[in-house]
């Protein structure tokens, strides 16, 4: 993968121990109702690269939302540059035994995606919550739901991958 790529080539120019890319997507959509009323529907999305670099016993960590090589390059560089600034105060020396190399994928078990439920359905259901709480001293009824899907892949130059897809309701 592009990733993969990205932190060998990365390791190999700049000498340094250890480096690793972190792919993080997240889809969000956010549902209210305040006292039996629609109040709000809101979506966000957000993916980016984090990267962590060890050099010298010190860590440097960076992130874009630039998934170009060149941003993914970029990100490398200035967690190098921030593990080199680190290297004079470092109370403690890590090595590579930190990040050990493992495999691991993980999907959530889903019936059916978050987003194809009929929010009508969902809202309807909420309203009726909020009406239930109609109380004499229940000054404020509100209810909130959070659909959150995403997927995170993190690899580094020790051969560790990691590949994980999320599916959750709060």
């Not at 889809?27 to 109040?39: P, Q």
């Not at 200035?78 to 890590?94: N, S, T």
């Not at 009726?128 to 892949?153: H, N, P, W, Y």
Request: aromatic share 10%; net charge positive.
């Amino acid at each position: 993968t592009m990733l993969k790529s990205s932190v060998l080539d990365f390791v190999t120019r700049e000498k340094v121990d250890w480096a690793g890319l972190r792919e993080v997507r997240e889809k969000k959509t956010s549902l209210g109702v305040k006292d039996s009323a629609f109040d709000y529907h809101q979506v966000s999305e957000s993916h980016g690269v984090y990267a962590e670099v060890l050099f010298e016993g010190q860590l440097g960590y960076a992130a874009t939302s630039d998934r170009s090589q060149s941003g993914i390059q970029s990100a490398l560089r200035e967690a190098l540059k921030q593990a080199r600034a680190a290297k004079p105060f470092g109370l403690m020396a890590f090595d590579k035994s930190l990040r050990p190399s493992s495999r691991i994928r993980y999907a959530s078990k889903v019936r059916k995606s978050l987003f194809d439920l009929p929010f009508d359905d969902i809202f309807r259901r909420m309203i009726s919550l909020t009406d239930r709480m109609k109380r004499d001293l229940v000054i404020r009824r509100i209810c909130r739901m959070d659909f959150v899907e995403g997927s995170m892949q993190f690899v580094g130059s020790n051969d560790h991958e990691v590949h994980i897809e999320f599916s959750l309701m709060t």
